[in-house]
């Protein structure tokens, strides 16, 4: 069998510094504490970590997270297919769902996958975000931005406001708490930061960091890195002295921290999924859902980029329609 075991996992992980946050072994073990269940897949192809849920009555969903896949390779990859759709049958999911680790070319046609990967309608992870290049001195990477994000830098720092690493995990969910009745998105339990924060930092795969102004926290986020790639998964603020811009300093402190770590790439995680012409019309009047993050994220100066068409694999056709019917497969990170 190619399933593996999580110490052999982690020796994979090693060998792939490429390899996406959302299939290190550490996620791996978050998820298995919140309702999810990890199996590990080795092939000659690759191997992935798959997330299985379960349902009542026996049954489950799956979700292959951001494997080291492009769409071709996916395609060429039939030993691994069966194997994922061999563990899905044993487990009587209802379907697989899958977002490969790979940006889309939207100047190209779309990719053509195999037959039994249908293209889905939902996702779980945002499927468009901005790429910031952390390549270059701190002044070329100041420099890609757009001058009033540099100038919004410079006056948290001028008003007083520092940035330094936190490990007040209640604080944070107390926060996070309120930035979500304030801005409308679902946030997780304390114990789930808690346990990311007792897998990741250990290993230097994540830190906790606090913009504060005379000992007070106005803003905090969880940035993590693995290999080259940074991403911004967790963020929060107050409504006090806004006006210091602490979370522009704040995210100029995690973009600090990831390129000191040696990557090269900071993910803002999650803007509208809709292209650039759109978003630069419709970011100074529209504040739902991504909307309200668009306008501060657009000015780091990075890159627009939009994930490849997730895909489903069915294994029971009149459930998986009456489960995408009625609800989300999940949450996102």
């Given at each position: ?125 945002p499927p468009r975000t901005i790429l910031i290049d952390l390549r270059g001195s ?35 969910h107390d926060m996070l708490q309120a930035t979500g009745r304030r801005d409308g ?98 970011f100074e009047s529209r504040r739902d859902g991504l909307w309200g993050v668009y ?39």
């Amino acid at each position: 069998m190619p399933e593996i075991s999580l110490s052999e996992w982690r020796a994979f992980i090693l060998a792939h510094p490429e390899i996406h946050l959302l299939q290190m072994a550490e996620w791996g073990e978050l998820k298995s504490g919140f309702g999810w269940r990890a199996v590990r897949l080795l092939t000659a192809e690759t191997g992935v970590q798959l997330l299985l849920r379960k349902l009542p009555f026996g049954l489950t969903i799956a979700y292959l997270p951001k494997p080291g896949l492009d769409p071709a390779r996916w395609v060429r990859a039939e030993t691994l297919r069966a194997e994922i759709d061999a563990v899905c049958r044993r487990n009587r999911a209802i379907f697989c769902k899958i977002e490969l680790d790979c940006w889309q070319d939207e100047s190209a046609a779309p990719p053509a996958y195999d037959a039994k990967s249908l293209p889905s309608r939902q996702d779980i992870q945002p499927p468009r975000t901005i790429l910031i290049d952390l390549r270059g001195s701190e002044d070329e990477i100041l420099g890609r931005m757009k001058q009033k994000t540099r100038y919004n830098i410079k006056l948290a720092e001028k008003k007083d406001v520092s940035v330094r690493p936190w490990q007040d995990l209640a604080a944070f969910h107390d926060m996070l708490q309120a930035t979500g009745r304030r801005d409308g998105f679902g946030v997780h339990s304390l114990a789930y930061y808690q346990r990311a924060y007792e897998l990741f930092h250990p290993i230097g795969g994540c830190e906790l960091l606090v913009a504060e102004y005379e000992g007070r926290p106005l803003a905090a986020l969880m940035v993590f890195a693995h290999g080259r790639r940074a991403w911004y998964v967790y963020g929060a603020s107050t409504d006090e002295e806004r006006n210091r811009m602490p979370t522009y300093l704040l995210q100029w402190a995690a973009m600090r921290w990831a390129k000191a770590r040696g990557c090269d790439e900071y993910d803002l995680w999650g803007v509208p999924d809709e292209d650039e012409p759109t978003l630069e019309a419709g970011f100074e009047s529209r504040r739902d859902g991504l909307w309200g993050v668009y306008r501060f994220k657009r000015g780091f100066g990075g890159e627009l980029k939009r994930a490849v068409q997730v895909l489903d694999r069915v294994y029971m056709p009149w459930l998986y329609r009456l489960y995408i019917s009625r609800r989300s497969v999940g949450e996102a990170a």
